[in-house]
């Protein structure tokens, strides 16, 4: 697995915890986080996905939206707003446009992560 940056000791704490394998690169001026096999919630077309994480700022800056590879979809049809499609790493990924306001010194990737996974779940409460 590739390390083209670092991240700190409390954030690879949290990506070891999760027990899929992990990289970082470094892409066209763009630093990312990928989780490869992740988990998916019951209900989407796959069970696991690949997960992109863009760092560009963090640790001092904002984290916001995932991207995911293969594109989700959801099982029973509806549909999924605010995405697009993104190439990272040579691989088309789709964009969750999905905001919420950064809490310099509170937020971490652990918090986002958190964050990724009730947007997953939540998706089926919206309709």
Not at 14 to 23: D, F, I, R, Y
């Amino acid at each position: 697995m590739r390390r083209e940056f670092n991240l700190g000791p409390d954030d690879i704490r949290v990506l070891e915890a999760l027990g899929c394998p992990w990289e970082t690169i470094a892409q066209g001026g763009a630093r990312w986080l990928l989780l490869r096999q992740h988990p998916i919630p019951e209900g989407y077309n796959v069970a696991q996905a690949d997960v992109a994480i863009r760092l560009d700022a963090y640790p001092a800056g904002m984290i916001d939206m995932v991207y995911f590879s293969p594109p989700l979809s959801r099982a029973d049809g509806k549909v999924i707003n605010n995405l697009s499609a993104l190439s990272i790493d040579n691989r088309s990924f789709q964009q969750w446009s999905r905001h919420y306001p950064w809490r310099q010194g509170v937020d971490s990737l652990c918090t986002h992560l958190r964050r990724v996974r009730a947007w997953l779940k939540n998706e089926f409460k919206k309709r």
